[in-house]
C-alpha cells in the first residue's frame, strides 16, 4: 500500500482500453462543454436582463445553471486533456479539489432539483397562494440551503475518501476523481466509507427524489382535476421541462452511486457518469428554452434589441 499523499497523483484510466473511443469522445466532450457554456450562459443572461423573468421559477433555474457551468468547468478541461493524448494523470491536489467541487455541486444539483420541483407544486396547486408563499426571501433561504448541504456534505466525504490507503498502482477506473472509483481504488477496509456513500445516497438521492415524485404526483392530480384542455396543457408546460431534466440527471446519478459491484455494472456507470457530467448540463439549456415560450420571447426581445437602430 502507498500513503495517500504520495505526490505520484492519479491514472485516471477513462476508456484507456478502447483508445479508438477517445478521439471520438473528445469530440463529443468538447462540443457538449461548448453548448453548455453557451446554453447556460445564455439563461443566466435572460434571467438577469429581461424583468418579465424575474421570478422564482427563474431564480432557481439560473442558480441551476450557474451549478451547471460550475460542475463541468470542474471535470472537462482535465477531461479533455486526458482524452485527447498519452498523459492522463491528475496530481494529488488536483484530484482532491475536484472530488471537493463535484461532490459539493452535484449535491446542491440534487438538493436544487427538489426546491424546483416544490416550486411547480405551490404554482399547479396552490396558484393563488403562489406569491405569498414563494416569495423572494424564500427563494434566496431554500438556494442557500441546497448550496450549504452540498458544501456539508463535501466537507464530511472528501477527507475521508482521500485518506484511504490507495494502492500502488493508482490507477483510477474512472474519467474523473468520484468517490465510488476510490474506494475501489483502496487496498484497505472500505467499509467505512461504503456505508458513509450508503448514507450520503439515501440522504441526497433518495430523499429529494421521494419528494419530487411526491411533488408530482400531486400536481397530476391537480392537473387532471382541470377541466379545459387549455389549461391542463399550461399546467403541465410549465413542469414538463423540469421533469425531464430530474429524470436524466437522477437516473445516470443513481445508475453511477447505487450500482451492483461487478465490472459490467463499473464499465455501464463510466458512461452514466460521463452522461451527468458532460451530458446533461448541455441538454439542460435545450430543454428549458425549447419547451418554453418564456425564455424564448425572452430571446427574441433581447435580439431584437441588438438590432435596433440606435
Known amino acids: 500500500m502507498v500513503n495517500q499523499s504520495s505526490p505520484m497523483g492519479f ?18 466532450v468538447l462540443c457538449s462543454y461548448l453548448l453548455t457554456l453557451l446554453g447556460n450562459t445564455l439563461i443566466l443572461l435572460l434571467s438577469t436582463l429581461d424583468p ?19 460542475f463541468t468547468t470542474t471535470c472537462v478541461p482535465q477531461m479533455l486533456f486526458n482524452l485527447w493524448g498519452p498523459t492522463k494523470t491528475i496530481s494529488f491536489l488536483g484530484c482532491f479539489v475536484q472530488l471537493f467541487i463535484f461532490l459539493a ?52 466525504q472528501t477527507p475521508s475518501t482521500l485518506h484511504l490507503p490507495f494502492c500502488p498502482h493508482h490507477q483510477v477506473d474512472d474519467f ?36 419530487i415524485l411526491v411533488s408530482y404526483g400531486a400536481i397530476a392530480r391537480a392537473v387532471l382535476r382541470i377541466r379545459s384542455a387549455k389549461g391542463r396543457r399550461k399546467a403541465f408546460g410549465t413542469c414538463s421541462s423540469h421533469l425531464i431534466v430530474v429524470t436524466l440527471f437522477y437516473s445516470s ?14 464499465e455501464r456507470g463510466k458512461f452514466f457518469g460521463l452522461f451527468y457530467a458532460v451530458g446533461t448540463p448541455s441538454l439542460n439549456p435545450l430543454i428549458y428554452t425549447l419547451r418554453n ?12 434589441k441588438e438590432v435596433e437602430p440606435t
Request: proline letters at 5%; hydrophobic letters at 55%; charged letters at 15%.
Open 52 to 70: 418579465r423573468l424575474h421570478s422564482p421559477m427563474y431564480f432557481f433555474l439560473s442558480n441551476l445553471s450557474f451549478l451547471d457551468l460550475c
Open 253 to 266: 446519478v443513481i445508475a453511477v452511486y447505487l450500482q451492483p459491484k461487478n465490472p459490467y455494472a463499473q
Open 293 to 304: 415560450k418564456e425564455v424564448k420571447r425572452a430571446l427574441k426581445r433581447l435580439l431584437w
Open 176 to 211: 474523473v476523481c468520484e468517490v465510488p472509483a476510490l474506494i475501489r481504488l483502496s487496498c484497505g477496509d472500505t467499509t467505512y466509507n461504503e456505508i458513509q456513500m450508503a448514507v450520503a445516497s439515501v440522504f441526497i438521492l433518495v430523499v429529494p427524489l421521494s419528494l
Open 11 to 28: 491514472l485516471l484510466l477513462g476508456f484507456s482500453e478502447h483508445p479508438h473511443l477517445e478521439k471520438i469522445l473528445f469530440v463529443v
Open 105 to 156: 455541486l452535484g449535491t446542491t444539483e440534487c438538493i436544487l432539483l427538489a426546491v424546483m420541483a416544490f416550486d411547480r407544486y405551490v404554482a399547479v396547486c396552490q396558484p393563488l397562494h403562489y406569491a405569498t408563499i414563494i416569495h423572494p426571501r424564500l427563494c434566496w433561504q431554500l438556494a442557500a440551503v441546497a448550496w450549504v448541504i452540498g458544501l456539508v456534505e463535501s466537507v464530511v
